[in-house]
């Protein structure tokens, strides 16, 4: 774990600048596979913050800040809501137990929620006719309250927010910077929330994975950063949503999350 997670930071990071998909797209589930859910998402949303704000000061000169207003002023209200149904669940969700093909599982409500939010990701990256679907510019409201309050939910709000903005006339420089800039909004609305209701020690006990894993993702940012071009990775991101699928499964199995 101490060297598979920064590896994986890494190369998100990296890829996050060109591919398409968002780096919280691909943390949460690497997070989902050592640690409890809520804590998952929390710990994701650290490196996601920090490299947020790393990459907001090689960017930043590109914002549009018509659209960062606009979009932003929705997912910021909603990821409050959404971080605090997550803080909510973390502490009342119920067991669920099932029996599929004569085997007994358990699983939680918190658990089948979140899967099935994974799950709907990984579709959008895996069907084209999903990731090809856009909207107009006049929606921009209802996309920050979307994927503002996915973000605030379960740390997915990247491929909503691209729905979103894909039509809203910015350049390749300007659709980054603004994105990242919407994601750091998103980001230090949830964060603290996550963070009310857990102790202090998760985040010691956890702070060298932070570190390294944070410290990679810087990396992967300013190598990611010289190469600053909207280029799609198809093969790429179909492995990222088969493996995004997977885990979505595993979690809503209650074999992953607990």
Known sequence: MDYFIPLIA??????????????????????????????????????????????????????????LVRFGSGALIAAYFGAELLKRLSG??????????????????????????????AMIELLPFIKSFSVSKDK???GGILSGFSGGLSGHQGALRTIFLVKAGMSTEAFIATGISIALI??????????????????????????????????????????????????????????ILIVSILLGMGILGH
């Open 10 to 67: 890494f190369f998100a990071s990296l890829l996050t600048f060109f591919s398409g998909f968002g780096l919280g797209t691909i943390m949460v589930p690497v997070f989902l596979l050592f640690f409890p859910v809520d804590l998952a998402i929390a710990l994701a949303g650290i490196v996601h913050l920090l490299t947020n704000l790393f990459k907001i000061s090689l960017v930043r000169q590109f914002i549009d800040k018509e659209v």
């Open 92 to 121: 009342s969700a119920r067991s669920v137990h099932y029996e599929f093909a004569g085997y007994v599982g358990e699983t939680s409500t918190l658990n089948l929620l979140i899967a099935a939010l994974l799950f709907t990701f």
């Open 140 to 142: 921009l409201i209802v």
């Open 186 to 243: 998103v980001d230090l609305t949830r964060i603290p929330i996550y963070f009310s209701g857990m102790e202090g020690a998760t985040i010691l006990d956890n702070a060298w994975l932070l570190s390294s894993a944070t410290g990679a993702a810087f990396l992967g940012a300013l190598i990611g950063r010289r190469f600053l071009k909207k280029v799609k990775i198809a093969s790429l991101q179909t492995l990222v949503g088969i493996l």
